[in-house]
């Protein structure tokens, strides 16, 4: 049987994508064609962004899966026409991007990279195992962030919505946990999805219940952050630094104050991207999963959001 596969990713994106995922379907033995526009009841599985005009689920009714491009699905879970189940992307070349951006800027932030010094007064950093990195989501980034943290010495700790354990990491949850990890981050990463529990999490509060001249990296979603707060706590000198990938409303507008602010490095949403490749092979071996009758994977929870 040849299944049909729609790309339902918005302009441009056909092109990146047919022959990799031609190919990787086949490679997993499936026969797929893949399109861009079918009659909906023909349509086997979607392969979906939020950049596709397609917002109405309801006529694929023979659709056994939506397979998002995206690892955040904040803009098609409150979808109330998707039914069908719907996976996010969690691609192995996407985390290696993500684990880069994290260590790198956490680096940057426990050197002093970029403030070199102006004059011949030596100031020694500490060594990885006096400076805490705290995370906020220990999911499928969070985690590898935090394991490539730990592995140049580290202290790290993170909190999430269910107890973890996770070898060398001070995993915590809840109201109290939060309260744990903030105390005790020198330097805050935040990787959580966006969802109505995890909106404004960092707020004037929760701020001030880091150690002060704490630094933030933020490459998760905007709305964690409370902006007002962020910018107030960093002229106070609460928050020596933050770096920010993701913004409330992306592109970042020109004359929000995050631009301009001295302690503020803004990168435009570049963290970790999905790439053609790596992600094709995921998205194959998910479709071959539901042929085969077995579960997919990444599978997102609508009632958690995630
Ligand atoms: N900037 C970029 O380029 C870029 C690229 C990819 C992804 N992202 C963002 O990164 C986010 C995380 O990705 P991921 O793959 O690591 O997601 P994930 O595997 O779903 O992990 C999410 C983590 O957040 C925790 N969490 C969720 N809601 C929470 C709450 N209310 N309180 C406490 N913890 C909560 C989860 O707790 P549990 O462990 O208990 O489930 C989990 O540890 C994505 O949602 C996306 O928004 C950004």
């Known amino acids: 049987m040849t299944l049909t596969v729609l790309l339902a990713a918005g302009d441009g994106v056909f092109e990146d994508y047919d022959a990799p995922l031609r190919a990787a379907i086949a490679k997993q033995g499936l026969d797929a064609q893949l399109v861009t526009d079918a009659p909906a009841q023909t349509v086997d599985y979607i392969v979906y962004a939020p950049s596709s ?15 998002s491009l995206w690892a955040g699905v904040e803009r098609i879970v409150g979808n109330a026409t998707l039914t069908q189940p719907l996976a996010r992307m969690v691609d192995p070349s996407l985390t290696q991007g993500m684990v880069e951006y994290v260590v790198g800027h956490v680096l940057r932030y426990h050197l002093a990279l970029d403030k070199p010094a102006t004059s011949w007064t030596p100031v020694v950093p500490p060594l990885a195992q006096d400076r805490c990195v705290g995370f906020l989501g220990l999911g499928e980034l969070g985690r590898a962030c935090a394991g490539a943290l730990r592995a140049l010495g580290f202290d790290v700790a993170g909190w999430s ?9 001070a995993c915590h949850s809840g109201t109290e946990g939060l309260r744990a990890v903030l105390a005790r981050s020198d330097i805050l990463v935040t990787l959580l999805p966006d969802t109505p529990a995890t909106t404004n999490i960092l707020n004037a509060t929760t701020l001030a219940h880091l150690p002060r001249g704490a630094r933030i990296i933020n490459p998760g979603r905007g709305t964690a952050i409370d902006d007002a707060a962020l910018l107030a706590a960093l002229d106070q000198g609460q928050i020596a630094a ?16 995050f631009w301009h602010h001295p302690n ?6 570049i963290a970790a991207a999905t790439r053609t490749e790596t992600a094709c092979d995921v998205i194959a071996a998910n479709i071959a999963r539901v042929e085969r009758g077995q ?12």
């Open 53 to 67: 005009p397609l917002q109405d689920f309801t006529p694929f009714t023979n659709c056994r899966a939506v397979l």
């Open 161 to 169: 919505r269910s107890p973890r354990q996770l070898e060398g990491i």
């Open 242 to 257: 933050a770096t920010l990938d993701v913004f409330r409303t992306e592109p970042l507008p020109e004359n929000h104050p």
């Open 264 to 269: 503020v490095t803004v990168t435009p949403h």
């Open 295 to 306: 579960p997919l994977l990444h599978g997102v929870s609508r009632h958690n959001g995630y």
